[in-house]
C-alpha cells in the first residue's frame, strides 16, 4: 500500500490550493478515504473523509464551506479543493485510508501547505 501526497506550497491568505493523494497496492474504490492534518506544535485534526464511491462527503467545522474532498476512483486518486485559505489553515497534510470499523490503517508522507502572507 503507498499513499504520496503533492500539492502543498505556500499561499496568501485567501488563496487556493488543490491536494492531491495518488493511492497504489490496493483496490482503492474499495475504501472510505480521509485527509487529516498536523500543525506545527499541535496534534492530528481529521479535515474530512469522503466514502468508497464519492458519493458521501464529512467535513470538520473549521474547514466546511472552503474545502472539497472527492476522489477519481479510476485514476486511484484523492483530492482536497482548499479555497479561502487561513493562516490557521498552516498545517501538514495527510492522505490516509480509512478500513471500515477501524482506525487508519496507511497513511502518506504528507504534504506541507503554509498560508502566510
Known amino acids: 500500500v503507498q499513499l504520496v501526497e503533492s500539492g502543498g506550497g505556500l499561499v496568501q491568505p485567501g488563496g487556493s490550493l488543490r491536494l492531491s493523494c495518488a493511492a497504489s497496492?490496493?483496490?482503492?474504490?474499495?475504501?472510505?478515504m480521509s485527509w487529516v492534518r498536523q500543525a506545527p506544535g499541535k496534534g492530528l485534526e481529521w479535515v474530512s473523509d469522503i466514502n468508497s464511491g464519492g458519493g458521501s462527503t464529512y467535513y470538520a467545522d473549521s474547514v466546511k464551506g472552503r474545502f472539497t474532498i472527492s476522489r477519481d476512483n479510476a485514476k486511484n486518486t484523492l483530492y482536497l479543493q482548499m479555497n479561502s485559505l487561513k493562516p490557521e489553515d498552516t498545517a501538514l497534510y495527510y492522505c490516509?485510508?480509512?478500513?471500515?470499523?477501524?482506525?487508519?490503517?496507511?497513511w502518506g508522507q504528507g504534504t506541507q501547505v503554509t498560508v502566510s502572507s
Open positions: 490516509a485510508r480509512a478500513p471500515p470499523h477501524s482506525l487508519y490503517d496507511y
Open positions: 497496492g490496493f483496490t482503492f474504490s474499495s475504501y472510505y
